[in-house]
């Protein structure tokens, strides 16, 4: 299957490094710019994602591509490798997310694959890199693999004429899936939460689906139950930032509610997510990330309102297993209390 | 009892006129600015009302006032009064908001009062004036007396220690509600939903409760089930722009998708409206307003994302009665299925 995808994850355009400079697609000021925040080292590429500059899926592909960067600065500085030295690095980016285990799985696969051989340091860094490359260029390939049989499953829970909320950015596998059912001559409509504060589905979302030629409206996070009492929505889908064995789903603040309302009027609700958090036993082992609430507060550096008014903004929900219908994974659709029994090629 | 307002509710600050000119206080610029739109004739006042200068119950003072305002200009232009003018410029402003049919209902109950002696013309200008002041006087007198029972209603309900959330500004009642629980000494917290598109809780609500001396945070209106799971919300408030005699509730979107979460989380709902509308006899009798989907596209005349990208603006939501546990009335607190009892002074 073809792997059509929108501006936003074309992997250059997610991250890229050159002449030491390592550049973030700014997810922030997308679509007005399409702009690249440029860091200089680890720690400034861990800070761009502590502010957002991108988020969802593409992490990930950061910490991967950091990997590269990493290896390449270490090879033009002359100097030999040093395993703790490349763990340190790449652990300052893994820290800056806490709720993308995503991430921290795929990076701490990555050094115990590497540790024992490399950590006496009796290579050079030309025969990492060259070992580094193949293992990264394989994992990406191994994920755009994923990312077009997820489509392929999400697809198939599409039905002709069918309304799909959905909420933020849920990136590669949601995009696909509609995608592929607009392929295969499904009449598909795509009604997209403007997701606050960072207005990720109206600024991503809705543009990409635009790009991918799908009927697509927005609407305020708070619009989502009026459109299913009126019959106007007929699934929900969403990302996963992650996925507990108990089939509880962690997703962006505000999946929560629109998932209750789905069950209220018996519409289904589908997560996406490459594969269950086997270190997560339930939704109580969930480390929960609250931001600055300011965010809430201003828009362009001046407050909405009074600033002697303060707000809460956590930016999670925990969305319990009885709420989701179905969780499409890397091995394919599974319910909730199935997600126990899959196994990951990453675990 | 103690009728204390904050600076909106103050009936100068919602609007008064002076030289002709009828000021509106801008609710859209509020706290930033406080500031009057004004207006030259019942057109721009209309007018006014379709852009949202001010909402909720206001619009009810604004008419009022109208009737002085258009009273006091025929005065001056030494005309002899003629009622089907009046009448004409007043339904201006009736029609600007169709959901609000606590302003319908209560002009066409003074016109159908004055249309009988007045209708026929013999009456001069200054008779009139001095009649429609003291019916505007016992009306103005008489909804402070109901605003004060209904605050006492309304904190009777309110337990010690109750975290209450709201959405939008609910206006006299419930921000008298919470005031009187206070001053009996009930600790409460009140969580309040930004509202988007414009913001009514982070500007209007917050900063009023903030006036009052209560405990306030303010979330997007995508956080309201988190704090429910979270058990940090054991009552949610919401004023009505309209209640059905089938017991269901029109009021500001988002307010139905709190509704649901709550029911679905054991968390009582209540509601706060004057009267219910005995011409709505269910929910299927509310004539719905959208508005202009650029309102939610655009923030300071910019678009957030694509300009190619439409959206969906529903302004109200139908609460079923269902999901409605307590309705605050003039009459008292009732059930949904006990409102078609409630007969109010008005009807």
Known sequence: MDLKLPYLLKPYNICHFNDSIFYIGNRKVFPKEKSFYACSNCKEIANALKLMITQGGAPLQVALTSFRY???EMQKEHIKFNFNNL???IMYIVKARVTNTTMKRCVEKILKHYE???SDSHYDINTFIKEINKTIDQIESDYNKLYCNMGQYGASLIKD???ILTTCFAEHTFLLSIYYAKLANKKVKVYVNETRPYFQGIRLTAPSLYELGIDVKIISDS???FLMQSGEITHYM???DLVCMDGSVVNKIGTNQNAICAKYYNIPYTAFSMAPDKSKKSYKDVEMEYRDPKE????DNEYIGDKNISAIYPAFDIIREDLVTNIVTNKGIFKPNEIKEVVS???
Chains 1, 2 share one sequence.
């Open 87 to 89: 763990k340190k690095e």
């Open 223 to 225: 619009m989502g139950s």
């Open 116 to 118: 024992i051989r490399f």
């Open 345 to 347: 090629w990453m675990q």
């Open 161 to 163: 004429g069918d309304k």
């Open 70 to 72: 990493i290896a390449s």
């Open 296 to 299: 809430l507060l201003m828009i």
């Open 238 to 240: 969403s990302g996963a």
